[in-house]
């Protein structure tokens, strides 16, 4: 059955009244026929009927045997750094996203949990990095903002090897090009705002697990810890779903087209996109993924902090906002937004340069958007090279 079809059929029909709808249970708690006794269901933070099905929807996505739903992608993290004990070690991509390296430096560190960042795109890092005390590997592949590409499948067979885990935050790729753990990852995380959600209208997490005891584990820490994600935006979750195979193809396209544009242009430096040939791990993009998702990132030949804002406030149609995966074309600059809580020595050795500007390329007209940056690009340009004068 083709990936559409799963997409769309994995979201059940409602058993108790037909409703091609999923209903939303917005309950704190459930009645009992007598103590413990009920129809699997006893008080809201320990489960939902609408976040169930969400649950439920996104382990068959994922190819795993257990989802589970947070109140956004960060407490999705959360959670799972919460199976490590103090002493242990998280290896981790140098590239990573700004909320999470805030996590785990500003928040782990204190209970003792270290984390060492190194290039994952290269193997041998990822060999040369680990320690006796490394027990998750955390990968983001594509990556947050400059979309390094990590073989997931070789990493794999290299934590399997040294019984650590493997995480991989699959959000800017997601299930619908993308399934970290048929390639051999325990774990998968998503931040469902982006793509998943799809419109920019909600916050989410998602964890999803390979193995049933392990899911077992984050269950526990979940109800525990009580980030749960509400029915409602569990329902909004499902909602984005059923169109998601659909919107991740148009945005591939049109990133594609996008990144090729911008390849070309006078004024551009280096073009972050898996999709064009050039890019680093491009083969290995191009195995592990049915497309190259709808994020491209570029800095410019004047690396410059104050050119790149100039063009990120000169565009019309690309709105300058955090986040990204909605229908709309949203973009960013890392370095002042989704990345300055990184050291900016630590941020520079990653890639993210002061110039580097992040696109979420959305779903209208690629004519459009590529005529925006352009103009964007020539605004800033004719601004630098219009003469001074003065008045005497």
Same mark, same amino acid.
């Given at each position: 059955?083709?990936?559409?079809?799963?997409?769309?059929?994995?979201?059940?029909?409602?058993?108790?009244?037909?409703?091609?709808?999923? !209903?939303?249970?917005?309950?704190?708690?459930?009645?009992?026929?007598?103590?413990?006794?009920?129809?699997?269901?006893?008080?809201?933070?320990?489960?939902?009927?609408?976040?169930?099905?969400?649950?439920?929807?996104?382990?068959?996505?994922?190819?795993?045997?257990?989802?589970?739903? +947070?109140?956004?992608?960060?407490?999705?993290?959360?959670?799972?750094?919460?199976?490590?004990?103090?002493?242990?070690?998280?290896?981790?991509?140098?590239?990573?996203?700004?909320?999470? +390296?805030?996590?785990?430096?500003?928040?782990?560190?204190?209970?003792?949990?270290?984390?060492?960042?190194?290039?994952?795109?290269?193997?041998?890092?990822?060999?040369?990095?680990?320690?006796?005390?490394?027990?998750?590997?955390?990968?983001?592949? !594509?990556?947050?903002?400059?979309?390094?590409?990590?073989?997931?499948?070789?990493?794999?067979?290299?934590?399997?090897?040294?019984?650590?885990?493997?995480?991989?935050?699959?959000? +800017?790729?997601?299930? $619908?090009?993308?399934?970290?753990?048929?390639?051999?990852?325990?774990?998968?995380?998503?931040?469902?705002?982006?793509?998943?959600?799809?419109?920019?209208?909600?916050?989410?997490?998602?964890?999803?697990?390979?193995?049933?005891?392990?899911?077992?584990?984050?269950? +526990?820490?979940?109800?525990?810890?009580?980030?749960?994600?509400?029915?409602?935006?569990?329902?909004?979750?499902?909602?984005?779903?059923?169109?998601?195979?659909?919107?991740?193809?148009?945005?591939?396209?049109?990133?594609?087209?996008?990144?090729?544009?911008?390849?070309?242009?006078?004024?551009?430096?280096?073009?972050?996109?898996?999709?064009?040939?050039?890019?680093?791990?491009?083969?290995?993009?191009?195995?592990?993924?049915?497309?190259?998702?709808?994020?491209?990132?570029?800095?410019?030949?004047?690396?410059?902090?104050?050119?790149?804002?100039?063009?990120?406030?000169?565009?019309?149609?690309?709105?300058?906002?955090?986040?990204?995966?909605?229908?709309?074309?949203?973009?960013?600059?890392?370095?002042?937004?989704?990345?300055?809580?990184? !050291?900016?020595?630590?941020?520079?050795?990653?890639?993210? $340069?002061?110039?580097?500007?992040?696109?979420?390329?959305?779903?209208?007209?690629?004519?459009?958007?590529?005529?925006?940056?352009?103009?964007?690009?020539?605004?800033?340009?004719?601004?630098?090279?219009?003469?001074?004068?003065?008045?005497?």
């Amino acid at each position: 059955m083709s990936n559409a079809t799963t997409l769309i059929h994995s979201i059940p029909v409602d058993p108790l009244t037909g409703s091609v709808s999923v !209903p939303i249970y917005q309950t704190s708690t459930f009645v009992q026929e007598a103590p413990g006794v009920h129809k699997g269901y006893d008080y809201a933070r320990s489960n939902n009927p609408t976040r169930a099905t969400l649950e439920q929807v996104i382990a068959q996505l994922e190819g795993g045997s257990t989802g589970l739903a +947070f109140a956004s992608g960060l407490a999705a993290i959360d959670a799972v750094v919460k199976l490590l004990q103090s002493g242990d070690e998280i290896l981790a991509v140098d590239d990573i996203y700004g909320g999470a +390296f805030r996590l785990f430096t500003h928040i782990y560190s204190k209970f003792g949990i270290k984390v060492n960042y190194t290039d994952t795109t290269d193997i041998r890092n990822v060999v040369d990095a680990l320690t006796p005390k490394t027990k998750l590997i955390w990968l983001e592949t !594509p990556t947050n903002p400059t979309l390094k590409i990590s073989d997931i499948a070789a990493i794999a067979k290299v934590a399997q090897q040294n019984s650590i885990l493997l995480c991989v935050d699959n959000t +800017f790729a997601s299930p $619908a090009l993308q399934q970290p753990l048929k390639l051999g990852a325990d774990i998968v995380v998503h931040s469902a705002t982006k793509y998943l959600g799809g419109h920019s209208d909600l916050i989410a997490g998602l964890v999803v697990t390979k193995d049933e005891a392990l899911g077992a584990e984050i269950k +526990f820490i979940q109800n525990a810890s009580g980030a749960i994600l509400s029915p409602h935006d569990s329902w909004l979750v499902i909602r984005g779903i059923e169109t998601l195979h659909l919107r991740v193809q148009q945005h591939s396209r049109n990133a594609q087209a996008v990144a090729e544009f911008l390849a070309q242009h006078p004024a551009i430096d280096k073009v972050y996109y898996p999709g064009l040939g050039t890019h680093h791990n491009h083969e290995i993009a191009a195995k592990q993924q049915s497309a190259f998702g709808g994020i491209v990132s570029f800095t410019l030949k004047e690396d410059a902090e104050a050119l790149a804002k100039k063009v990120v406030c000169s565009t019309k149609l690309f709105k300058l906002a955090e986040s990204l995966g909605g229908v709309k074309s949203l973009l960013c600059h890392p370095a002042t937004m989704t990345h300055k809580s990184i !050291p900016v020595e630590q941020r520079h050795a990653a890639g993210v $340069a002061d110039s580097l500007i992040r696109l979420s390329v959305g779903l209208e007209a690629v004519e459009d958007l590529i005529n925006d940056i352009q103009q964007a690009l020539a605004s800033v340009n004719a601004a630098k090279l219009k003469p001074i004068t003065s008045e005497i």
